[in-house]
């Protein structure tokens, strides 16, 4: 209601063209036991539609040790997604839930305004744990909904050009997966045989990157392997991927988000002030409780300057 407003500026798409940008992950000490593959957020990429949080952990041989042991810890303003390559993981969380999750399953649990959960390395157990870790930031219409819990065992599949194709969320491929998120978005699994060789259709309107999860594949042209994000940028009608011996990798694309974010420990907000407040209400058990028995994660401490809402592009 300005009697004289300004000149609205148009947003200039420089950031969204097609391209091919290899991102380095980071190595990430989680809890005691495990070293994680952390690639979003990235330093010059903090998301990738939604998606705002990708780890890849493994493969590891979890025989003598403990396995995942990941203890009671709230989440506000996201999904998270977990997609097991090998082993078995148990989730038990606020709204009642207690699943076994196995390769090829997506478990997809919705915080909304809050939400806590665990996830530990059943007692028995395959031998090897391997898979990857996914945080999509929910849009301010969805973020103070209920939380919900989706466990989906049977996805679709369909294998072209040697690519196996699961698809874990959105369409792809002519295939639509039954999991609920809240803006558009696709994550899919590709399992590529040696000498795999497929032109992909994808959506314009999505930016797109891929994570290497075994061996190395092609895409647009650039060798990709486990540790980097390979960002496509948007406006691309297919993604071409091949692979001279076996591999596997994860597609992850949406729309470009364009709600600045401000992510810290396990919450993603819009400012500073909601993430006191979470921390505050898991410190002073206001989340629900896990069930379980399992002594909960204390948030660490505070940052000593605010934080501050971040775009989802850094040039430089
Ligand atoms: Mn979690």
Same mark, same amino acid.
């Given at each position: 209601?300005?009697?004289?407003?300004?000149?609205?500026?148009?947003?200039?798409?420089?950031?969204?063209?097609?391209?091919?940008?290899?991102?380095?992950?980071?190595?990430?000490?989680?809890?005691?036991?495990?070293?994680?593959?952390?690639?979003?957020?990235?330093?010059?990429?903090?998301?990738?539609?939604?998606?705002?949080?990708?780890?890849?952990?493994?493969?590891?041989?979890?025989?003598?040790?403990?396995?995942?042991?990941?203890?009671?810890?709230?989440?506000?303003?996201?999904?998270?997604?977990?997609?097991?390559?090998?082993?078995?993981?148990?989730?038990?969380?606020?709204?009642?839930?207690?699943?076994?999750?196995?390769?090829?399953?997506?478990?997809?649990?919705?915080?909304?305004?809050?939400?806590?959960?665990?996830?530990?390395?059943?007692?028995?157990?395959?031998?090897?744990?391997?898979?990857?870790?996914?945080?999509?930031?929910?849009?301010?219409?969805?973020?103070? %909904?209920?939380?919900?819990?989706?466990?989906?065992?049977?996805?679709?599949?369909?294998? +072209? *050009?040697?690519? #196996? =194709? !699961?698809? /874990?969320?959105?369409?792809?491929?002519?295939?639509?997966?039954?999991?609920?998120?809240?803006?558009?978005?696709?994550?899919?699994?590709?399992?590529?045989?040696?000498?795999?060789?497929?032109?992909?259709?994808?959506?314009?309107?999505?930016?797109?990157?891929?994570?290497?999860?075994?061996?190395?594949?092609?895409?647009? %042209?650039?060798?990709?392997?486990?540790?980097?994000?390979?960002?496509?940028?948007?406006? +691309? *009608?297919?993604? #071409? =991927? !091949?692979? /001279?011996?076996?591999?596997?990798?994860?597609?992850?694309?949406?729309?470009?988000?364009?709600?600045?974010?401000?992510?810290?420990?396990?919450?993603?907000?819009?400012?500073?002030?909601?993430?006191?407040?979470?921390?505050?209400?898991?410190?002073?058990?206001?989340?629900?409780?896990?069930?379980?028995?399992?002594?909960?994660?204390?948030?660490?401490?505070?940052?000593?300057?605010?934080?501050?809402?971040?775009? +989802?592009?850094?040039?430089?």
């Amino acid at each position: 209601m300005e009697s004289q407003p300004a000149e609205a500026a148009l947003p200039v798409e420089t950031d969204s063209a097609p391209c091919a940008e290899l991102l380095e992950g980071r190595d990430v000490p989680l809890g005691r036991y495990t070293v994680v593959r952390r690639s979003l957020p990235n330093k010059s990429r903090r998301t990738v539609g939604a998606w705002c949080f990708l780890d890849h952990f493994g493969p590891e041989d979890i025989t003598g040790g403990p396995g995942m042991r990941v203890p009671p810890h709230p989440h506000i303003g996201l999904q998270t997604v977990t997609w097991l390559l090998s082993g078995e993981v148990r989730h038990r969380d606020s709204v009642g839930s207690d699943q076994l999750i196995r390769p090829g399953q997506l478990n997809i649990m919705t915080a909304g305004h809050g939400i806590a959960h665990s996830e530990n390395s059943p007692t028995e157990r395959p031998p090897l744990l391997h898979g990857l870790q996914l945080w999509i930031a929910l849009p301010d219409g969805a973020r103070s %909904g209920t939380p919900a819990f989706q466990h989906l065992a049977d996805l679709p599949t369909t294998t +072209r *050009d040697g690519v #196996r =194709i !699961t698809v /874990a969320v959105g369409e792809l491929a002519g295939l639509s997966s039954p999991a609920v998120v809240h803006s558009p978005l696709v994550g899919a699994d590709l399992h590529l045989a040696a000498g795999a060789a497929t032109t992909l259709p994808v959506d314009r309107a999505f930016e797109h990157a891929v994570v290497v999860t075994e061996g190395t594949a092609t895409v647009e %042209g650039v060798d990709v392997t486990p540790g980097s994000l390979l960002y496509l940028g948007a406006e +691309r *009608d297919t993604l #071409r =991927i !091949t692979a /001279a011996q076996e591999a596997r990798l994860f597609l992850l694309g949406g729309e470009p988000f364009e709600e600045e974010l401000v992510m810290w420990w396990n919450f993603v907000a819009r400012s500073h002030d909601e993430i006191v407040e979470a921390r505050t209400a898991w410190m002073t058990g206001r989340f629900p409780p896990v069930p379980g028995g399992e002594d909960p994660l204390p948030a660490p401490g505070l940052p000593t300057t605010r934080l501050l809402p971040r775009p +989802r592009y850094r040039a430089g």
